[in-house]
Protein backbone atom coordinates (compact mmCIF):
# COMPACT_ATOMS: atom_id res chain seq x y z
CA UNK A 1 0.00 0.00 0.00
CA UNK A 2 1.82 3.33 -0.86
CA UNK A 3 3.02 5.45 1.99
CA UNK A 4 1.67 8.59 2.57
CA UNK A 5 4.25 11.48 3.37
CA UNK A 6 2.42 14.36 5.18
CA UNK A 7 0.46 16.17 2.09
CA UNK A 8 -1.22 18.08 4.42
CA UNK A 9 1.44 19.86 5.58
CA UNK A 10 2.20 18.24 9.00
CA UNK A 11 5.21 19.06 10.94
CA UNK A 12 8.36 16.67 10.76
CA UNK A 13 8.87 14.56 14.32
CA UNK A 14 12.35 15.14 13.73
CA UNK A 15 13.57 18.29 16.31
CA UNK A 16 14.33 21.51 14.32
CA UNK A 17 17.42 21.92 12.98
CA UNK A 18 17.57 25.52 13.12
CA UNK A 19 21.41 25.23 11.82
CA UNK A 20 23.23 25.40 8.38
CA UNK A 21 24.83 22.12 7.26
CA UNK A 22 27.72 22.36 4.40
CA UNK A 23 26.44 22.97 1.05
CA UNK A 24 27.05 23.89 -2.23
CA UNK A 25 28.04 27.60 -2.67
CA UNK A 26 25.33 30.08 -4.38
CA UNK A 27 25.06 30.63 -8.38
CA UNK A 28 22.85 32.59 -10.51
CA UNK A 29 19.44 32.05 -10.68
CA UNK A 30 19.77 31.32 -14.35
CA UNK A 31 22.37 28.52 -13.76
CA UNK A 32 19.79 26.48 -11.61
CA UNK A 33 17.75 23.38 -12.92
CA UNK A 34 14.85 24.10 -15.02
CA UNK A 35 11.73 23.14 -13.49
CA UNK A 36 9.79 24.60 -16.75
CA UNK A 37 11.10 27.40 -18.92
CA UNK A 38 7.71 28.83 -19.09
CA UNK A 39 5.55 29.25 -15.49
CA UNK A 40 4.36 31.55 -12.77
CA UNK A 41 2.39 31.59 -9.65
CA UNK A 42 0.95 33.68 -6.91
CA UNK A 43 1.61 32.74 -3.51
CA UNK A 44 -2.21 32.20 -1.77
CA UNK A 45 -3.24 29.30 -3.26
CA UNK A 46 -1.44 26.40 -2.46
CA UNK A 47 -0.04 23.52 -2.36
CA UNK A 48 1.90 24.42 -5.42
CA UNK A 49 4.10 21.45 -5.21
CA UNK A 50 3.71 18.41 -2.99
CA UNK A 51 5.95 14.89 -2.39
CA UNK A 52 4.00 11.81 -2.66
CA UNK A 53 6.11 8.03 -1.84
CA UNK A 54 4.14 5.13 -3.45
CA UNK A 55 5.72 3.07 -5.93
CA UNK A 56 7.76 6.12 -6.68
CA UNK A 57 9.18 8.77 -5.14
CA UNK A 58 8.10 11.60 -6.94
CA UNK A 59 7.64 15.53 -6.42
CA UNK A 60 4.23 17.09 -7.85
CA UNK A 61 3.92 20.74 -8.87
CA UNK A 62 1.62 22.73 -10.99
CA UNK A 63 1.75 26.46 -12.64
CA UNK A 64 0.15 28.80 -15.50
CA UNK A 65 2.27 29.88 -18.13
CA UNK A 66 2.40 32.63 -20.06
CA UNK A 67 -0.36 31.55 -22.46
CA UNK A 68 -2.50 30.72 -19.66
CA UNK A 69 -1.94 27.10 -20.26
CA UNK A 70 -2.45 25.15 -16.29
CA UNK A 71 0.29 22.64 -16.49
CA UNK A 72 1.58 20.42 -14.03
CA UNK A 73 4.35 18.20 -13.83
CA UNK A 74 5.74 15.27 -11.74
CA UNK A 75 10.10 15.43 -10.52
CA UNK A 76 11.28 11.81 -9.93
CA UNK A 77 14.02 11.91 -7.69
CA UNK A 78 15.31 8.29 -8.24
CA UNK A 79 16.00 8.89 -12.05
CA UNK A 80 15.74 12.89 -12.50
CA UNK A 81 13.21 12.44 -15.54
CA UNK A 82 10.55 15.30 -15.45
CA UNK A 83 7.23 14.68 -17.26
CA UNK A 84 4.86 18.00 -17.66
CA UNK A 85 1.62 17.70 -19.22
CA UNK A 86 -1.24 20.77 -19.73
CA UNK A 87 -4.70 20.01 -18.11
CA UNK A 88 -5.85 22.98 -19.64
CA UNK A 89 -5.10 25.23 -22.65
CA UNK A 90 -5.66 28.95 -22.38
CA UNK A 91 -7.73 29.43 -19.38
CA UNK A 92 -6.34 32.97 -18.61
CA UNK A 93 -2.67 34.28 -18.24
CA UNK A 94 -2.80 35.80 -15.07
CA UNK A 95 -0.82 33.99 -12.46
CA UNK A 96 -3.30 34.21 -9.98
CA UNK A 97 -5.20 31.08 -12.13
CA UNK A 98 -1.91 28.89 -10.90
CA UNK A 99 -3.32 25.43 -9.84
CA UNK A 100 -3.22 23.68 -6.26
CA UNK A 101 -2.95 19.90 -5.98
CA UNK A 102 -3.73 17.17 -3.74
CA UNK A 103 -2.97 13.70 -3.73
CA UNK A 104 -5.88 10.76 -2.65
CA UNK A 105 -5.16 7.92 -0.43
CA UNK A 106 -5.34 6.08 -3.32
CA UNK A 107 -2.32 8.03 -4.86
CA UNK A 108 -4.24 9.47 -7.77
CA UNK A 109 -3.64 13.10 -7.94
CA UNK A 110 -6.56 16.07 -8.39
CA UNK A 111 -5.47 19.29 -9.84
CA UNK A 112 -7.60 22.29 -8.93
CA UNK A 113 -7.87 25.58 -10.60
CA UNK A 114 -9.66 28.36 -11.92
CA UNK A 115 -9.73 31.92 -13.54
CA UNK A 116 -8.51 35.06 -11.86
CA UNK A 117 -12.45 35.25 -10.42
CA UNK A 118 -13.41 32.60 -12.52
CA UNK A 119 -16.81 31.55 -12.80
CA UNK A 120 -16.73 28.15 -12.20
CA UNK A 121 -14.09 26.37 -9.70
CA UNK A 122 -12.99 23.34 -11.41
CA UNK A 123 -11.01 19.89 -10.97
CA UNK A 124 -9.49 16.90 -12.31
CA UNK A 125 -8.59 14.36 -11.24
CA UNK A 126 -5.66 11.82 -12.44
CA UNK A 127 -6.59 8.27 -13.75
CA UNK A 128 -3.71 6.41 -12.87
CA UNK A 129 -1.46 6.97 -9.38
CA UNK A 130 1.10 9.08 -10.04
CA UNK A 131 0.75 9.86 -13.46
CA UNK A 132 0.42 13.05 -14.53
CA UNK A 133 -0.14 12.20 -18.04
CA UNK A 134 -3.52 11.11 -18.37
CA UNK A 135 -6.90 12.58 -16.16
CA UNK A 136 -10.85 13.16 -16.01
CA UNK A 137 -12.40 15.35 -17.46
CA UNK A 138 -13.25 19.10 -16.13
CA UNK A 139 -15.58 18.84 -13.31
CA UNK A 140 -17.03 21.91 -10.70
CA UNK A 141 -16.29 21.85 -7.34
CA UNK A 142 -18.32 25.33 -6.89
CA UNK A 143 -21.04 25.76 -9.55
CA UNK A 144 -21.39 28.96 -12.26
CA UNK A 145 -21.59 32.37 -10.41
CA UNK A 146 -21.97 35.17 -12.32
CA UNK A 147 -20.50 37.32 -10.08
CA UNK A 148 -17.65 39.16 -11.47
CA UNK A 149 -15.15 38.38 -8.53
CA UNK A 150 -15.70 35.26 -8.97
CA UNK A 151 -13.64 32.38 -7.83
CA UNK A 152 -10.03 32.27 -6.92
CA UNK A 153 -7.27 30.47 -4.68
CA UNK A 154 -7.87 26.91 -4.38
CA UNK A 155 -6.70 25.04 -1.17
CA UNK A 156 -7.10 21.70 -0.75
CA UNK A 157 -6.37 19.37 2.15
CA UNK A 158 -7.10 15.58 3.09
CA UNK A 159 -8.16 15.20 7.04
CA UNK A 160 -6.14 12.20 8.60
CA UNK A 161 -6.98 8.75 8.29
CA UNK A 162 -7.55 6.20 5.65
CA UNK A 163 -10.40 7.78 3.40
CA UNK A 164 -10.18 10.94 5.21
CA UNK A 165 -12.40 14.08 4.32
CA UNK A 166 -11.01 16.54 2.67
CA UNK A 167 -12.28 19.99 2.55
CA UNK A 168 -11.26 22.77 -0.52
CA UNK A 169 -11.25 26.87 0.95
CA UNK A 170 -10.59 29.46 -1.55
CA UNK A 171 -11.61 33.16 -2.35
CA UNK A 172 -15.58 32.94 -3.86
CA UNK A 173 -18.03 35.10 -5.27
CA UNK A 174 -18.47 38.42 -2.92
CA UNK A 175 -15.00 37.79 -2.58
CA UNK A 176 -15.54 35.78 1.00
CA UNK A 177 -13.44 33.05 2.44
CA UNK A 178 -15.24 29.99 2.04
CA UNK A 179 -14.75 26.03 1.74
CA UNK A 180 -16.71 22.83 0.64
CA UNK A 181 -15.99 18.70 1.48
CA UNK A 182 -15.80 15.96 0.23
CA UNK A 183 -15.33 12.15 0.85
CA UNK A 184 -13.44 11.22 -2.65
CA UNK A 185 -12.59 14.44 -4.31
CA UNK A 186 -15.11 13.80 -6.91
CA UNK A 187 -18.27 15.20 -5.28
CA UNK A 188 -18.48 18.38 -3.29
CA UNK A 189 -20.49 20.03 -0.92
CA UNK A 190 -22.14 23.67 -1.49
CA UNK A 191 -19.46 26.41 -0.47
CA UNK A 192 -19.54 27.48 3.20
CA UNK A 193 -18.77 31.18 3.80
CA UNK A 194 -15.90 31.30 6.60
CA UNK A 195 -14.49 35.08 6.18
CA UNK A 196 -16.91 37.89 4.97
CA UNK A 197 -15.32 41.38 5.40
CA UNK A 198 -17.88 43.22 3.36
CA UNK A 199 -16.22 45.00 -0.02
CA UNK A 200 -13.01 44.11 1.30
CA UNK A 201 -11.05 41.16 0.63
CA UNK A 202 -9.35 39.25 3.51
CA UNK A 203 -6.38 36.56 2.34
CA UNK A 204 -5.82 33.51 3.75
CA UNK A 205 -3.40 30.99 4.27
CA UNK A 206 -4.05 27.88 5.78
CA UNK A 207 -2.13 24.32 7.11
CA UNK A 208 -3.70 21.02 8.07
CA UNK A 209 -1.79 19.60 11.34
CA UNK A 210 -1.72 15.77 12.29
CA UNK A 211 -4.12 15.83 14.59
CA UNK A 212 -6.96 17.22 11.87
CA UNK A 213 -6.32 21.10 13.35
CA UNK A 214 -6.75 23.28 10.56
CA UNK A 215 -5.11 26.56 10.97
CA UNK A 216 -5.24 29.82 9.18
CA UNK A 217 -3.88 33.20 9.15
CA UNK A 218 -5.41 35.69 7.25
CA UNK A 219 -5.29 39.98 6.84
CA UNK A 220 -8.29 42.19 6.92
CA UNK A 221 -8.04 42.93 3.26
CA UNK A 222 -5.49 44.05 0.34
CA UNK A 223 -2.95 46.19 1.74
CA UNK A 224 -3.50 48.55 -0.91
CA UNK A 225 -7.05 48.73 -0.28
CA UNK A 226 -7.20 48.91 3.45
CA UNK A 227 -4.81 51.34 4.80
CA UNK A 228 -4.81 49.04 7.88
CA UNK A 229 -4.45 45.73 7.29
CA UNK A 230 -3.69 43.04 10.48
CA UNK A 231 -2.45 39.89 10.18
CA UNK A 232 -4.67 37.25 12.45
CA UNK A 233 -4.95 34.13 13.30
CA UNK A 234 -7.57 31.01 14.11
CA UNK A 235 -8.01 27.49 14.22
CA UNK A 236 -10.35 24.94 13.29
CA UNK A 237 -11.04 22.03 14.78
CA UNK A 238 -13.97 19.90 14.40
CA UNK A 239 -16.59 22.10 13.94
CA UNK A 240 -15.56 24.83 16.92
CA UNK A 241 -13.24 27.79 15.60
CA UNK A 242 -10.70 28.54 18.62
CA UNK A 243 -7.92 30.76 19.18
CA UNK A 244 -3.91 29.73 19.20
CA UNK A 245 -4.62 29.04 23.26
CA UNK A 246 -7.80 26.95 22.43
CA UNK A 247 -10.15 30.04 23.65
CA UNK A 248 -13.69 29.20 21.69
CA UNK A 249 -14.45 32.28 18.99
CA UNK A 250 -17.30 30.39 16.92
CA UNK A 251 -18.94 27.35 15.87
CA UNK A 252 -19.05 26.47 12.02
CA UNK A 253 -23.18 27.29 12.91
CA UNK A 254 -22.54 31.10 13.73
CA UNK A 255 -20.29 31.30 10.25
CA UNK A 256 -19.29 33.57 8.94
CA UNK A 257 -16.47 35.75 10.91
CA UNK A 258 -15.48 38.76 10.21
CA UNK A 259 -12.28 40.21 10.50
CA UNK A 260 -10.86 40.65 13.30
CA UNK A 261 -11.60 37.73 14.66
CA UNK A 262 -9.46 35.17 17.17
CA UNK A 263 -5.94 36.13 17.84
CA UNK A 264 -4.12 39.42 16.85
CA UNK A 265 -0.60 38.31 15.59
CA UNK A 266 0.04 41.93 14.08
CA UNK A 267 -1.78 44.77 14.82
CA UNK A 268 -1.85 47.45 11.79
CA UNK A 269 -3.08 50.75 13.92
CA UNK A 270 -0.84 50.02 16.57
CA UNK A 271 2.09 49.14 14.66
CA UNK A 272 1.25 52.37 12.12
CA UNK A 273 2.16 50.21 8.77
CA UNK A 274 0.40 47.75 6.93
CA UNK A 275 0.92 43.62 6.92
CA UNK A 276 0.60 40.93 4.12
CA UNK A 277 0.56 37.35 4.68
CA UNK A 278 2.85 34.71 3.40
CA UNK A 279 2.59 31.79 5.01
CA UNK A 280 1.82 29.51 8.09
CA UNK A 281 2.77 26.24 9.10
CA UNK A 282 3.30 24.05 12.24
CA UNK A 283 6.16 23.11 14.39
CA UNK A 284 6.25 19.78 15.70
CA UNK A 285 4.27 20.27 18.59
CA UNK A 286 1.68 21.53 16.32
CA UNK A 287 2.04 25.22 17.23
CA UNK A 288 1.72 27.40 14.74
CA UNK A 289 4.41 29.47 13.02
CA UNK A 290 3.46 32.60 10.21
CA UNK A 291 5.26 34.51 7.85
CA UNK A 292 4.83 37.96 6.69
CA UNK A 293 5.89 41.40 5.22
CA UNK A 294 5.50 44.92 6.69
CA UNK A 295 5.53 47.68 4.60
CA UNK A 296 7.69 50.80 6.37
CA UNK A 297 7.45 52.15 2.95
CA UNK A 298 7.17 51.35 -0.88
CA UNK A 299 10.69 50.40 -1.27
CA UNK A 300 11.30 49.41 2.44
CA UNK A 301 9.43 46.20 2.76
CA UNK A 302 10.50 44.07 5.59
CA UNK A 303 9.64 39.85 6.74
CA UNK A 304 8.71 38.94 9.73
CA UNK A 305 8.29 35.78 11.86
CA UNK A 306 5.21 34.86 14.37
CA UNK A 307 5.21 31.96 16.49
CA UNK A 308 2.92 30.91 19.09
CA UNK A 309 4.98 29.51 22.28
CA UNK A 310 2.44 28.02 24.30
CA UNK A 311 1.45 30.96 26.35
CA UNK A 312 1.65 34.00 23.89
CA UNK A 313 2.91 35.01 20.00
CA UNK A 314 6.41 35.62 19.83
CA UNK A 315 6.98 38.06 16.99
CA UNK A 316 10.36 39.36 15.55
CA UNK A 317 11.87 40.86 12.08
CA UNK A 318 13.80 38.53 9.93
CA UNK A 319 15.26 40.98 7.54
CA UNK A 320 14.88 44.14 5.25
CA UNK A 321 13.43 42.69 2.04
CA UNK A 322 14.25 45.63 -0.57
CA UNK A 323 11.24 46.91 -2.33
CA UNK A 324 8.67 45.53 -4.87
CA UNK A 325 9.92 43.54 -7.94
CA UNK A 326 7.67 43.78 -10.47
CA UNK A 327 9.31 45.91 -13.04
CA UNK A 328 6.30 48.50 -13.20
CA UNK A 329 6.49 52.37 -12.43
CA UNK A 330 4.44 54.19 -10.66
CA UNK A 331 1.38 55.54 -12.24
CA UNK A 332 0.94 52.12 -14.19
CA UNK A 333 -2.07 50.44 -14.44
CA UNK A 334 -1.06 47.88 -12.90
CA UNK A 335 1.79 49.42 -10.34
CA UNK A 336 1.82 46.76 -7.45
CA UNK A 337 3.72 48.48 -4.94
CA UNK A 338 2.84 45.38 -2.00
CA UNK A 339 4.42 42.93 -4.29
CA UNK A 340 6.93 41.54 -2.21
CA UNK A 341 9.89 39.12 -3.42
CA UNK A 342 8.08 36.39 -1.31
CA UNK A 343 8.99 34.73 2.18
CA UNK A 344 7.82 30.85 2.63
CA UNK A 345 8.29 28.36 5.51
CA UNK A 346 10.00 24.68 5.40
CA UNK A 347 6.75 23.05 6.84
CA UNK A 348 8.49 20.05 7.58
CA UNK A 349 11.08 22.49 9.99
CA UNK A 350 9.50 25.52 10.09
CA UNK A 351 12.41 27.46 12.17
CA UNK A 352 14.01 27.17 8.63
CA UNK A 353 12.71 30.33 6.27
CA UNK A 354 13.30 30.53 2.43
CA UNK A 355 12.79 34.25 1.15
CA UNK A 356 13.65 36.91 -1.80
CA UNK A 357 15.06 39.89 -1.47
CA UNK A 358 16.86 42.96 -3.01
CA UNK A 359 20.41 42.46 -3.40
CA UNK A 360 22.65 44.63 -5.59
CA UNK A 361 19.35 45.78 -7.32
CA UNK A 362 18.44 41.90 -7.89
CA UNK A 363 15.88 39.32 -6.07
CA UNK A 364 18.02 36.55 -5.05
CA UNK A 365 16.62 33.62 -3.13
CA UNK A 366 18.53 33.22 0.70
CA UNK A 367 18.18 30.58 3.24
CA UNK A 368 17.08 31.83 7.13
CA UNK A 369 17.42 29.47 10.19
CA UNK A 370 16.72 30.16 13.90
CA UNK A 371 16.84 28.23 16.77
CA UNK A 372 15.48 30.60 19.24
CA UNK A 373 12.00 31.27 17.73
CA UNK A 374 13.35 33.65 15.76
CA UNK A 375 14.83 35.84 18.08
CA UNK A 376 18.40 35.80 15.82
CA UNK A 377 18.81 34.18 12.48
CA UNK A 378 21.74 32.88 10.35
CA UNK A 379 21.25 33.21 6.65
CA UNK A 380 22.67 31.36 3.08
CA UNK A 381 22.59 32.56 0.20
CA UNK A 382 21.05 30.08 -2.45
CA UNK A 383 21.12 32.58 -5.94
CA UNK A 384 23.68 35.22 -5.86
CA UNK A 385 25.45 37.71 -9.14
CA UNK A 386 22.10 36.90 -10.77
CA UNK A 387 20.96 38.18 -13.89
CA UNK A 388 17.48 38.46 -13.05
CA UNK A 389 15.19 38.25 -10.39
CA UNK A 390 14.29 35.51 -8.29
CA UNK A 391 10.65 35.72 -6.37
CA UNK A 392 8.04 33.76 -5.01
CA UNK A 393 10.02 30.78 -2.88
CA UNK A 394 8.13 27.76 -2.35
CA UNK A 395 9.20 24.46 -0.29
CA UNK A 396 7.40 21.52 -1.47
CA UNK A 397 4.75 20.05 1.05
CA UNK A 398 6.00 16.38 2.13
CA UNK A 399 9.24 15.74 4.09
CA UNK A 400 11.18 14.22 1.14
CA UNK A 401 14.43 13.07 1.76
CA UNK A 402 16.41 14.41 -1.51
CA UNK A 403 15.22 16.14 -4.57
CA UNK A 404 13.33 19.59 -4.85
CA UNK A 405 14.51 22.03 -1.73
CA UNK A 406 12.84 25.11 -2.56
CA UNK A 407 11.16 25.85 -6.33
CA UNK A 408 10.80 29.80 -7.37
CA UNK A 409 9.61 31.96 -10.23
CA UNK A 410 13.04 33.41 -12.24
CA UNK A 411 13.00 35.91 -15.14
CA UNK A 412 11.07 39.27 -16.17
CA UNK A 413 7.70 39.92 -14.35
CA UNK A 414 5.99 43.23 -15.04
CA UNK A 415 2.49 42.43 -13.19
CA UNK A 416 0.07 39.05 -12.76
CA UNK A 417 -0.76 39.26 -16.33
CA UNK A 418 2.76 40.39 -17.77
CA UNK A 419 5.67 37.97 -16.78
CA UNK A 420 8.06 35.86 -18.83
CA UNK A 421 9.70 33.59 -16.25
CA UNK A 422 10.89 30.12 -15.57
CA UNK A 423 10.51 27.86 -12.46
CA UNK A 424 13.99 26.78 -10.86
CA UNK A 425 14.72 24.23 -8.04
CA UNK A 426 17.40 23.52 -5.98
CA UNK A 427 17.92 19.97 -5.96
CA UNK A 428 19.43 18.29 -2.62
CA UNK A 429 23.37 18.37 -2.22
CA UNK A 430 24.87 15.21 -3.30
CA UNK A 431 24.56 13.05 0.18
CA UNK A 432 22.27 15.03 1.70
CA UNK A 433 19.23 11.99 1.60
CA UNK A 434 20.70 10.61 4.55
CA UNK A 435 21.11 13.74 6.44
CA UNK A 436 18.37 16.74 7.99
CA UNK A 437 17.45 19.64 5.37
Request: aromatic share 10%.
Amino acid sequence: MPLFVCLAGCASTRPPYGGLPPEEPARPGEDYRLLTPDGAWCWIGDPRAVYYEGEHRRTYAGWVNAQGDIRVASYDHDTGETVTTTVREELQRDDHANPALLVRPDGRLIVFYSGHSGRWMIYRVSHRPEDVTSWTDEAAAAPFTSDVRGHTYPTPVRLPGEGGEMRLFWRGPGVDVVFATSDDGESWSSATPLLDNGDDRPYAKLVLDGSGAIHFAFTDGQPAEVAENSIYYMRLLGDVLTTAGGAPIAHVDELPLTPPAGDVVFDSPREGVSAWVWDIAVDADARPVIVYAVFVAPADHRYRYARWNGAAWEDHEITAAGGWFPTVRRGAQRFTPHYSGGVTLDHADPSIVYLSREVNGVFEIERWATADGGASWTSRAITANSVKNNVRPYVPIGDAPDGPRVIWMHGDYVDWVRYETSLRMKLADRGSRSRRR
